[in-house]
């Protein structure tokens, strides 16, 4: 991927901290996760889960899922 989607989202994160993405599209705080998968994956039959992370130092990233409406 060489050139940045329009919907990444830039994110400050602080080390020793757990973080949760949104991979499914749904969440109202994109791009943490709200759970908002769980009632999903019931009504779809989908199996949408978070993406957890962990920061060793703080850090400063941009990230995107191809899932997340632009707005």
Sequence with gaps: MTEKPIAIKPVSLQANTKYSFCTCGQSKTLPFCDES????????????????????????????SGNWEQK
């Design 37 to 64: 998968h769980k009632q999903l994956n019931e009504e779809k039959g989908t199996c949408y889960k978070s993406l957890k992370i962990w920061p060793k130092k703080d850090v400063e990233i941009e990230v995107y």
